[in-house]
Every structure is written in C-alpha cells, then in structure tokens.
C-alpha cells in the first residue's frame, strides 16, 4: 500500500507539470481473489462528437500505475499502462451517467500477476466501465479490465481486474 501511495504523490507531482486534466484511483479484486490498487492520471481529448439530446461522445487519454497483490506463483507485480478511452455522457444534467471502452498498452514487473501467466512483460489492457458524473469535476463507476498479450506468446492465461474507479478534475 505504501508503493500505492508513492504512486499517487508522483502521479500527482507530474499531474502539475503535465497539464493532466483527471486523477483518478480504484481499488478491486482480480478474477483470482486477489487485490489491486490503480492511480492514474486523465488528458481529456477536449473534444465532442455525436452530440444530441441523448448525450456526447467525448474520451481521454489514460496513464496508470497499477499494484497487483501477490498469488501462490508469483509475487506482487506493478504495471503501467497506456490507453485511449472513449466516453459516452448520458444527459445534460448536473449528475450524468456514461459508459466508457479503451484498448491501451501496459508493461508488467513480470510475465505473471496473481497466479496467471501471461507469457510476456508486454501486455494489452481492454476496458468497459459505467458510472456517473457529478458536476464537471467528479466521477464514480464500475470497471472490468483485462489484461492479456493478445496470443504473441505463449502461456497467455490473462487476468481480469474488477474495480470501484473514483476520478476527480484538476
């Protein structure tokens, strides 16, 4: 947990420097039991398509550090990760639900997390996730992430992450 907190100052530290729109942090369980920790910080596209009545299109670009608590095979892995996400915004209103899809990159301490093997360091990262938006500058939601090398290497058993995702605008 203290990695996790290390992360998080240091993501927030480059937040400044950067002009990071968004930082974010969940917390979940894997599909094996185990426990992750995620922070990350959030670069809005500043853009908007398909807007109506119903809502807008809109994403962000996603840089995370993730901690993955230990399993019987391998010992706690840390990843980062990198990926483009769309955003679907439901409404208008003060409190707005949206859907979110990605597909990103993301390099592994190891080739295992938990007890799964996934062949490589390298890894993709595949996202869903649905919430609500508060005001402008506050999001809380639901994300499955699932992390696998996409079959270039063989073992590729994949891990899921299961996660309560919090994000706040800077």
């Not at 409190?95 to 899809?101: F, L």
């Amino acid at each position: 947990m203290k990695k996790l907190l290390l992360a998080a100052i240091c993501l927030s530290s480059f937040a400044m420097t950067a002009n990071a729109t968004q930082i974010s942090g969940a917390l979940g369980a894997t599909s094996q039991g185990g426990v992750t920790g995620r922070v990350a910080l959030g670069f809005d596209w500043d853009k908007s398509w398909l807007e109506s009545s119903t809502g807008k299109l809109t994403g962000y670009w996603d840089l995370g550090y993730t901690y993955w608590e230990a399993g019987k095979q391998a010992g706690a892995r840390h990843s980062a990760s990198f990926a483009p996400v769309f955003v679907y915004e439901f409404g208008s209103g003060p409190v707005k639900p949206y859907i979110e899809a990605g597909v990103g990159v993301s390099l592994f301490t190891g080739s295992s997390a938990g007890d799964q093997k996934f062949g490589s360091a390298f890894n993709f990262e595949d996202r869903l996730g649905a919430g609500l938006k508060f005001g402008d500058t506050q999001r809380v939601g639901l994300r499955v992430t699932h992390y696998s090398n996409a079959g270039i290497k063989e073992p590729n058993d994949g891990i899921e992450s299961y996660a309560l995702v919090y994000s706040h605008a800077l």
